[in-house]
């Protein structure tokens, strides 16, 4: 057999940090010395991949918010009417300045409206919820022209902080509308 040297490659390590010496050997240049400087070079490579991986790593563990979804009672597909009593009803008709108007019962033209803040509404849904039947308690409201979104979501936040089972989101009548006005 033949002497053959296998070329091996000489690996040379990679390293994260590495100091630079730039001095001339000793050499100086006419009459004054140089001072040694050291450069530094810094490599960012692994730091980079560690930042990326821990990026994906918190996306795919990160879980969204999930939708949050209001339970609603919707009637029979029967059409059998809910049955209601009159005097476990309070209506409630929103205004603008957030302002709420009500009544119990049903509405006629000598239907007297109160009114309160939308702030105060739960003191008059927790009286009259009191004050009536619980299982025919329930609650009609009708926006207004003139209401803003903003009080119909809170009015619906009212109801599920009172524990209100039946309420209706209703149009407003004509006459009632003149009323609030």
């Known amino acids: 057999m033949e002497n053959v040297e296998t070329a091996t490659p000489i690996l040379k390590p990679i390293a994260m940090a590495e100091l630079n010496n ?73 205004a603008s300045d957030h302002q709420v108007y009500y009544y119990s019962g049903e509405y006629d033209k000598d239907t007297s409206l109160l009114s309160s803040p939308i702030q105060q509404i739960r003191d008059v849904i927790v009286l009259k919820k009191q004050q009536s039947d619980s299982s025919f308690f329930s609650i009609i409201i009708k926006a207004g022209n003139t209401s803003v979104y903003k009080d119909v979501v809170d009015l619906l936040d009212e109801m599920t902080i009172a524990d209100v089972k039946r309420f209706a989101l209703v149009d407003i009548t004509s006459k009632e509308e003149l009323q609030i006005k």
């Open 22 to 94: 730039n001095s001339n050997n000793g050499k100086e240049k006419r009459g004054f010395s140089k001072r040694k400087t050291l450069s530094t070079k810094v490599d960012l490579t692994p730091m980079v991949d560690l930042g990326f991986l821990l990026i994906t790593f918190f996306i795919f563990t990160t879980s969204l918010q999930s939708a949050s979804v209001m339970r609603m009672t919707l009637p029979d597909e029967k059409g059998k009417p809910t049955p209601v009593k009159a005097s476990s009803t309070l209506t409630l008709l929103l």
